[in-house]
C-alpha cells in the first residue's frame, strides 16, 4: 500500500509489509519462479460526498472504508502471487466530487491502468470515459440501474450490485414466505426515486402486489437530537395510518434519513424490509457461512472494525484481479478483461458459490444476504425460483432486459 | 410353525454370512456438538457423546487407541478413548482447528489451522507443539504420504496446495489448484495425489512420481438438472487399490464415483443434503457420508457402487472416522 492524502497514516501497510515478510521467508524454498514477472498496479478512488451523519451509530463512515478491503485484497493476491512471481501494489486516493476526474487524471498519467471506484453515477462515468484506452475499471458502490443498461461502458465491470439485484433479494425472500402484499414508503430524493422503482419493478417481476405507497418527505433537519425517540414514537405511527392491508413495508431510503424510524413505529402490526429491517446486503459482519467468519476475522485483525459493503466489494474487486492475473499470467487489462468476462472464470468470494460476470453488461452475478442486522437470516436467490442459465441470474437486469450494446 | 421357520433361516443367513467384525464409526457433528457412535454391522447409533465446541474434523490412531477431534470452538483437539468415549485429556492445536492429519505410525498430528494461516504439528505423547508452519491463507485440507515424507496442506483463499517436507517443515513445492481447494488424498502407492476445489468446481490429480509435481489432470462434474455451480467438491477417498476414488459433492447431494485408473466419472450416487466428508470400513465395504442438511449419514455398498441405508445422527455432521479392526 502506497499512503496517499495521508489517510495511510494507520498500521495497515505496515502490518502488510510484516505479513509479507513471514510469507516470503516461508515460501523461500519455493524450488522455481516464473520466468516473468508481474508488477500489477491497482488505484482505488473513493469519492466522498457531502452528507449528514447516518441514523444510527453503527453506520458511522469510518476514515478507512473501502481502504481497509484494498488492503486485505491486495494481502490476499499478494501470498499467491507471491509464488507466481506477481506483486501487487495498490494506491488508495480519496477524493471530492469536484476534484474526482483531476485524481483519476493524475493517477493514469502515472502510469495506473487498473481502477476500483467508489463514486455516484455522475463521477463514475466521468472517468470511464476520460480513461485511456487500455485501462479497466470496477465499480465497487454504485448500483444504478442505467449503469447495467443503457450508459453501459466497455471498460468498466461493477462488482456492485445494482440497486435491482438488492430489491429482487428481498422480494423473492417475501415471496417465498408468500408475503405478498407489501405497503411501500418511498424518501423524496432523486435516489430514494430510483430505488422505489426497483423495488415496483421487482415485485412485477415476481409476482408481489404494491398494495399502497407513501413519500416520506425530505424536509432537511438534524439526524439526531436528545430524546428524539419520543417525537419519532408519537409521530410514525401517524404518518403510517390508514394504509391498505399489507404484510409488509417497503422502505425504499437510498439517503438513509428515516428507514430506521420505521420498525416498530408503523401502525399496523408488520415487519419492515428494505432500507430497514430487513435488509439486502454484500456482506455483514455477522456472517458466518461458507468461510466467511475467516474473511471477517481476517478483516477485523486488519482494520480494528467491522467489515461492511464498500469494505468488501472494494476487497472483491481486488480479487477479481489477482485472480485474473493468477490464470492468465498477465498484468495487461486488456488479458485481464478478457479472463473475468470468460467463462473460465470463476472466483469463491465466501457466498457458497463461484462468482461470475455477465457476459453483456460486466455486471457480478453474486448471492444477496439478507440482515437483520444481527444476523443473516437469508440468502437470496431462494430456492424455488428458476433461471435457464444460472439462478443468480434472476437477480437484476437479465439479458433481454439490459439495453447494454457496448459488450457485444 | 412359523415362527420357528424364521429362525432356522436367520440361523443359516448369520453362518453363511462371511463374520463381519463390528467397527465403531465415529461421526463429529458441528453444530450439535457431539460424535454419534454407530455399529458398522447394523447401523445403529449406539452413542452420542459431548465432543467440545464446533466439532469438525476427527480422525483416530492407526491401533485404534484414541480418537482425536478439533473442536474449533475451543482452540484445541479433543482425545477421547474409542471404546468408553471418555475424553482422555486435549491436545494444543493452535487457533481455529479445522482439519487434520496423523502421521502414518500414529505421531505426530499435523492440524491446520483456518482462522491463523499456520500448520501446527503436535506430538500425541508429549503434547507439545513440534512447529508451527506459515502456509497461505486459509489452510484447510492436510494429507501425508504414504512414505511420510511430504505433508500436504491446501489454503482455500492462496488457492494452492503447499508440499511440506515432513522432516524439516519446510515449503518445498506449491502446486496452484482451482477456487477454495478443501481436502487433499493420496492414493496408498503415493504415486498421486488428489486435490478437491471447492467452488472450482474439480479435483486436480497430480502426478507425485515427476520431480515437481504437476497436476495433470482436473476432473470436472456433470449431473443433468443440477445447476454447475453446485457441484462443489470436498471430500476424496481412494481404494487402498486405487481402482476407485469417491468425492463428495457438497449442496448437489451427490457423491461421485471415479475410475482411478483413467480418473474418468463413472456415476453419481443421491446421498443426504450438503455432504461434505467421507470414511471407508477398514474392509473397505462400506463408505459412509456425512451430510450437513439432512442430519444424517447415507452408507455406500462400495462394491455395488449404491446407496443401502441413512441413518441419522447429531445436528450437522461434519466428518467420518471409523475404527480399525
Known amino acids: 500500500m502506497v499512503a496517499e492524502n495521508g489517510f495511510w497514516s494507520n498500521l495497515a501497510g505496515l502490518r502488510l509489509r510484516a505479513r509479507a515478510a513471514l510469507l516470503g521467508a516461508a515460501f523461500a524454498s519455493l524450488a522455481t519462479l516464473p520466468a516473468m514477472a508481474q508488477e500489477v498496479r491497482t488505484a482505488v478512488i473513493r469519492v466522498d460526498y457531502p452528507s449528514l451523519l447516518p441514523l444510527s451509530r453503527l453506520d458511522l463512515p469510518a476514515e478507512d472504508r473501502a481502504f481497509a478491503g484494498a488492503t486485505l485484497g491486495t494481502e490476499d493476491n499478494a501470498t499467491t502471487g507471491r509464488f507466481m512471481g506477481q506483486t501487487h501494489e495498490t494506491v488508495t486516493v480519496a477524493t471530492t466530487p469536484e476534484n474526482a476526474l483531476a485524481e483519476f487524471e493524475r493517477l493514469a498519467g502515472d502510469g495506473y491502468r487498473l481502477f476500483v471506484i467508489l463514486a455516484r453515477e455522475a463521477e463514475l462515468l466521468a472517468m470511464a470515459d476520460a480513461a485511456p484506452g487500455d485501462a479497466l475499471l470496477f465499480n465497487s458502490r454504485s448500483g444504478a440501474g442505467s449503469l447495467r443498461s443503457e450508459d453501459c461502458r466497455a471498460n468498466l465491470l461493477h462488482v456492485a450490485p445494482s440497486d435491482a439485484m438488492r430489491a429482487d433479494a428481498v422480494t423473492q425472500f417475501l415471496v417465498w414466505k408468500k408475503w405478498t402484499d407489501l405497503f411501500l414508503v418511498h424518501g423524496s430524493n432523486p435516489e430514494d426515486v430510483a430505488l422505489a422503482d426497483a423495488y415496483r419493478a421487482s415485485a412485477r417481476k415476481f409476482g408481489a402486489r404494491i398494495v399502497g405507497e407513501r413519500e416520506f418527505t425530505d424536509t432537511g433537519g438534524s439526524r439526531v437530537s436528545d430524546s428524539g425517540h419520543v417525537l419519532v414514537q408519537r409521530q410514525l405511527p401517524v404518518f403510517m395510518q390508514n394504509t391498505p392491508r399489507h404484510d409488509v413495508v417497503l422502505a425504499a431510503d437510498a439517503t438513509d434519513y428515516f428507514a430506521e424510524y420505521l420498525p416498530y413505529n408503523t401502525w399496523e402490526a408488520a415487519p419492515v424490509a428494505g432500507s430497514a429491517g430487513l435488509v439486502p446486503v454484500t456482506w455483514a459482519p455477522t456472517h458466518e457461512s461458507w468461510g466467511a467468519t475467516q474473511l471477517n476475522t481476517r478483516f477485523e485483525k486488519l482494520a480494528n472494525r467491522p467489515m461492511r459493503d464498500e469494505d468488501y466489494q472494494t476487497w472483491l474487486a481486488l480479487r477479481v484481479i489477482g485472480e485474473a492475473v493468477t490464470r492468465t499470467g498477465s498484468a495487461d487489462p486488456a488479458e485481464l478483461r478478457a479472463y473475468a468476462l470468460g467463462d473460465a472464470f470463476t472466483l469463491a468470494a465466501f457466498k457458497g458459490e463461484p462468482v461470475t460476470f455477465r457476459k453483456w453488461n460486466g455486471q457480478m452475478r453474486q448471492p444477496i444476504l439478507l440482515t437483520n442486522g444481527r444476523m443473516t437470516v437469508s440468502v437470496s436467490p431462494q430456492d424455488g425460483f428458476l433461471h435457464q442459465r444460472t439462478l443468480l441470474d434472476s437477480l437484476g437486469l437479465d439479458q433481454p432486459e439490459s439495453a447494454c450494446t457496448a459488450f457485444e | ?325
Open chain 2, 1 to 325: 410353525m412359523i415362527r420357528s421357520t424364521l429362525l432356522a433361516t436367520a440361523a443359516a443367513l448369520a453362518i453363511a454370512a462371511t463374520p463381519a467384525l463390528a467397527n465403531n464409526v465415529f461421526v463429529s457433528n458441528e453444530r450439535g456438538n457431539t460424535v454419534t457412535v454407530l455399529d458398522s454391522t447394523t447401523w445403529e447409533v449406539i452413542a452420542e457423546f459431548p465432543a467440545g465446541n464446533r466439532p469438525r474434523g476427527i480422525t483416530i490412531a492407526p491401533d485404534g487407541s484414541e480418537l482425536y477431534v478439533c473442536a474449533s470452538d475451543d482452540n484445541l483437539v479433543r482425545v477421547f478413548d474409542p471404546n468408553t468415549f471418555e475424553e482422555l485429556h486435549t491436545l494444543p492445536s493452535g487457533p481455529d482447528p479445522e482439519l487434520f492429519v496423523l502421521h502414518p505410525s500414529g505421531n505426530p498430528l499435523y492440524i491446520a489451522n483456518e482462522d491463523d494461516n499456520m500448520v501446527t504439528v503436535v506430538d500425541v505423547k508429549t503434547r507439545q507443539v513440534l512447529a508451527e508452519i506459515p502456509v497461505g491463507i486459509e489452510p484447510e485440507g492436510m494429507a501425508i504420504s504414504p512414505d511420510a515424507r511430504t505433508v500436504i496442506n491446501t489454503s482455500e483463499t492462496t488457492n494452492m496446495a503447499h508440499f511440506i517436507d515432513a522432516e524439516s517443515y519446510e515449503i518445498t513445492h506449491n502446486v496452484l489448484v482451482d477456487q477454495r481447494p478443501r481436502y487433499a488424498e493420496f492414493t496408498s502407492d503415493g504415486t498421486k495425489l488428489y486435490v478437491s476445489a471447492e467452488i472450482g468446481g474439480t479435483v486436480s490429480v497430480i502426478d507425485m512420481t515427476a520431480n515437481e509435481p504437476p497436476i495433470t489432470r482436473k476432473i470436472t462434474f456433470e449431473v443433468p438438472g443440477i445447476q454447475p455451480e453446485w457441484l462443489q467438491p470436498v471430500g476424496v477417498k481412494v481404494t487402498a487399490d486405487g481402482s476407485r476414488v469417491f468425492v463428495a459433492l457438497g449442496p448437489s447431494n451427490r457423491v461421485a464415483v471415479i475410475d482411478g485408473e483413467t480418473d474418468e466419472v463413472i456415476k453419481y450416487l443421491l446421498v443426504g443434503q450438503r455432504v461434505w466428508q467421507l470414511g471407508f470400513t477398514p474392509d473397505e465395504k462400506f463408505l459412509i457420508t456425512t451430510n450437513g442438511n439432512s442430519n444424517d449419514v447415507s452408507i455406500i455398498d462400495v462394491e455395488r457402487e449404491e446407496v443401502i441405508k441413512s441413518v441419522q445422527v447429531g445436528q450437522q455432521p461434519w466428518g467420518v472416522v471409523v475404527a480399525p479392526d
